[in-house]
């Protein structure tokens, strides 16, 4: 599940409002709680224990969170009588700094959360009709999915994309394609979030013109750019360009869509994907935050004020269960995560369709997702309340916890000097990977503008209308900033450490042990990824597993197509090669 959550900051305490703003809320009235000097949790415990056969509950009924922290049973105000005094709750409100009950005064008993699905077919003329389907559905933002190749900055001719053309998005090649999208959906009217970072300059430019020759001027466009590139150095690797110039590009869009683009949001700064690559929820949130901190010096040093851009920071956070992997039953679950979602204060929700996982959403799937939404804001009453949760004993109690955890992590992160410096070391991205090896080992055991310094979409908005392509944008940029090319390194230990029989993992080290001494030297194999999706999550989950267990690993770089990939394993011995595709086309070529 995808969620888009967006705050407006204040000009003072940048800091302390980015570190505050996972902190739930709480009752104002309970400030006045003491601490009662009888335990109201021992005596429940002394109660409890009776029932459980004179079993300890604090042994039985306690569990841990994947983050390594402690669920209670039983929370009662001994729980949060610290946290109340810290954050003085009294004076918060919603729509009132530090923004803790929410960002609007009214929230959503005034106006809901904007529904929206995430959806880009493999055409502009079917993602089109699909858009226009929806909207008469019920449906009230747009959120595109663009290819493979669109986010390499890949025209569709190019044959290094060949069979990556119209994957997991629409193709947008130019102007032409763009126009196409939105035929016929006024974007003076309608809010689009495009999911782009990579080639997000001139696919921004070309939104532009879009909506200038639809007769929509700029300042009337509204929506989100995702144009968060420090989250694709650590997960996604649908960058293009090295760290630094594309931490200019960052600031170039920040700066022109706060002089041009008022009602449009310049970044959505994504913890969704950092979960999706096997982050834990701490992890999620202190370097999704220790982002939107690098984002907000890079403001800054484009010359602007916090106020001239905090406003249109966005945040994307996912929501998940733990679950097997039935479709039908991911309604369910769905809807779930939807509710935890609107209770958190989301103020754009896109619910995936069950069947996502397998293929693009059926009418039937697409209809149940939306429709989940619809029900939650029209039939549950649940909009009515503002900030139903404040004051819970459990709530308020849990989320200083993750509050606590994150900020020793943004700590850490500012002392490295920052996320952008974290994520060039590679340290962010081994942590990560650390996290999803971790859960996996439990799930196995069962457990020229460029060169001159000016600002790089305004000078593609000018291509855009030349009609430049897509691919011709980026490769201008390329030819100053070269195509980034990441370095892989393993974890090691994380999968070995989580599994839990032991005893398997040692029967097979046993044998590898045995390989070694009759062929001289360990297993080795080689793990690649072909083609241009760069979600590598379960690449290196397998990588780190066989070198966990005594496998000499060899990782192949990404973006691999098969003429290069195969002359990478004919000059090595290789005992097994294991290939990850998004694609059919690569399994018939390999």
């Known amino acids: 599940m995808k969620i888009f959550l967006k705050y407006t900051p204040k000009i003072k305490d940048i800091h302390r409002i980015v570190l505050n703003t ?7 009235s309970l400030i006045r709680l003491k601490h009662d000097s009888s335990s109201l949790y021992s005596e429940w415990a002394e109660l409890a224990k009776k029932q459980l056969k004179n079993n300890d509950p604090n042994e039985k009924l306690l569990w841990h969170t994947p983050e390594g922290l402690k669920i209670k049973p039983l929370y009662t105000k001994e729980d949060i009588v610290g946290i109340l005094e810290f954050l003085r709750l009294a004076d918060e409100l919603p729509g009132k700094y530090p923004f803790t009950r929410g960002p609007y005064p009214t ?31 019920g449906q009230q933002g747009l959120s595109v999915a663009f290819d493979l190749a669109t986010h390499r900055g890949y025209d ?30 006024p974007l003076d009217k309608m809010s689009v979030s495009m ?14 013109v879009a909506g200038e020759e639809q007769g929509v001027k700029q300042e009337q466009l509204s929506g989100t ?10 997960v996604r690797n649908t960058y293009i360009y090295p760290p630094e110039p594309s931490m200019k590009i960052i600031g170039d869009i920040i700066e022109y869509t706060a002089m041009n683009m008022p009602k449009f949001n310049s970044i959505s700064i994504s913890g969704y994907h950092i979960q999706e690559a096997g982050a834990n929820a701490v992890l999620e949130m202190a370097f999704t935050l220790a982002d939107g901190l690098e984002y907000c010096r890079t403001g800054l040093k484009a010359g602007l004020s916090i106020d001239q851009f905090a406003p249109r920071l966005s945040f994307f956070w996912g929501v998940g269960m733990n679950f097997y992997m039935d479709p039908y039953n991911n309604i369910v679950r769905t809807t779930i995560e939807a509710m935890a979602a609107v209770f958190g204060g989301t103020q754009s929700l896109h619910t995936n ?26 039939e549950t009453g649940i909009p009515k309340v503002i900030d139903p949760w404040a004051g819970s004993y459990m709530m308020e109690a849990l989320t200083n916890d993750v509050y606590e955890a994150g900020k020793t992590i943004i700590e850490e992160i500012e002392a490295m000097g920052g996320m952008a410096k974290a994520v060039a070391s590679g340290w962010a991205k081994l942590k990560i990977e650390e996290c999803a090896a971790k859960r996996q080992a439990m799930i ?23 009609r430049a392509t897509v691919g011709e944008i980026s490769m201008a940029m390329e030819k100053v900033f070269g195509r980034h090319v990441a370095t892989d390194r393993l974890v090691s230990g994380a999968y070995r450490s989580e599994y839990g029989d032991q005893n398997e993992i040692d029967a097979v080290a046993k044998k590898i042990d045995e390989f070694v001494e009759e062929e001289g030297r360990r297993p080795r194999i080689l793990v690649a990824k072909m083609g241009q999706d760069g979600h590598d999550r379960g690449a290196k989950v397998i990588a780190t597993g066989f070198a966990d267990i005594g496998f000499d690993v060899d990782v192949g770089p990404l973006f691999q197509v098969s003429i290069l990939f195969s002359n990478n394993f004919i000059r090595i011995r290789l005992f097994l090669v294991i290939i990850l595709y998004l694609t059919p086309l690569f399994k018939e070529t390999c």
Not at 22 to 28: E, L, R, T
């Open 22 to 28: 996972s902190v739930k809320f709480a009752c104002p």
């Open 107 to 137: 929230m959503y008993s005034n106006r809901p959360w904007t529904i929206r699905q995430y959806a880009g077919f493999s055409t502009v003329e079917d993602s089109n009709r699909f858009y226009k389907e929806n909207i008469k559905a």
């Open 156 to 185: 569709s001719d190019n044959p290094r994309v060949h069979g990556d053309v119209g994957m997991a998005g629409v193709a947008i090649d130019s102007v032409e394609d763009m126009k196409m999208l939105f035929d016929s959906i």
């Open 195 to 208: 999911t782009m970072n990579g080639a997000v300059i001139p696919v921004m430019a070309m939104f532009i």
């Open 225 to 234: 750019i995702q144009n968060d590139i420090l989250k694709e150095f650590m």
């Open 353 to 378: 369709s069950f069947d996502e996982a397998l293929a693009l959403p059926t009418v039937f799937s697409a209809r149940i997702a939306r429709n989940t939404q619809i029900i939650l804001q029209e």
């Open 444 to 466: 196995d055991s069962g457990k020229d503008a460029a060169r001159e310094g000016g600002n790089l979409l305004s000078a593609a908005v000018n291509a855009a209308r030349c």
